[in-house]
């Protein structure tokens, strides 16, 4: 099975910067992960050789919505994927316009990429699986995932994004347990999990692991040698 890779450019390109990283993204071999692109929605069309996901969407599908983006068109345009609830969007979605957003999503035949992720004081505190359980299952309420519908959960300790290390593998590994058995307990079959947090091309060799589906990578995928050497490394 393929390692997924998710690209998450963020807010990091500009229209020019976007054009060139995309000429330097049709230089690398992506044939041993399954790659998904998640640009800016300015630059969605820089990317279209690749899968693609948007980083937000609203939970409506039309109507008077200044600034939203619609999942009914996102999924028209060949949007295939949307991550939702990552940490730098959580303090204007709480987990119940993530849910909302989920179900939109589903609703419009596209993968939600949900993420999770606890502060460095909840983990101290052993709060982890408990913050991760409200997480995950909030967002997935009322969700009909019956059919096997697919969604990837992106695991994001807060205190890893954008940081100088990954958390330890073991660590990543323990927190995967506990969220396949909340993902099982709720009778989903069709998921798949992914770390994403300060994953670069210098520590992607002591994160490893066949109990990791994939990764997904913020700043190291704005740099074509980081993300090449990166996807050298998933083999
Ligand atoms: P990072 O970002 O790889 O820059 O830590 C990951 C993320 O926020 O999705």
Do not use: W
Request: charged letters at 25%; a negative charge.
């Amino acid at each position: 099975m393929k390692k997924i890779l998710i690209c998450n450019q963020k807010m990091y390109l500009t229209k020019d910067e976007a054009i060139n990283l995309s000429y330097d993204y049709n230089t690398i071999d992506f044939s041993n992960v399954e790659l998904i692109v998640c640009p800016n929605y300015l630059n969605f069309e820089f990317f279209s050789d690749y899968d693609l996901g948007a980083q937000n969407c609203f939970y409506e599908d039309k109507g008077a919505y200044t600034g939203e983006i619609s999942p009914y068109d996102l999924y028209l345009r060949g949007i295939k994927y949307v991550i939702l609830g990552h940490y730098e969007r959580r303090k204007y979605d709480t987990n119940e316009i993530i849910n909302l957003k989920v179900k939109a999503c589903v609703r419009n035949s596209i993968i939600p990429i949900i993420c999770i992720g606890e502060s460095k004081i909840d983990r101290e505190l052993l709060k982890t699986s408990s913050v991760l359980k409200k997480q995950i299952t909030t967002a997935l309420s009322g969700v009909d995932l019956s059919d096997g519908y697919p969604v990837l959960i992106a695991y994001e300790p807060i205190y890893k994004i954008g940081s100088s290390n990954p958390l330890a593998k073991e660590e990543i590994e323990d927190t995967f347990k506990y969220i396949k058995k909340v993902l099982d307990d709720m009778k989903i079959s069709n998921y798949k999990i992914l770390y994403g947090g300060s994953v670069k091309s210098e520590n992607i060799k002591d994160i490893l692991s066949d109990e990791i589906d994939g990764y997904l990578v913020g700043a190291s995928c704005t740099s074509a040698s980081e993300l090449n050497n990166i996807v050298k490394c998933i083999k």
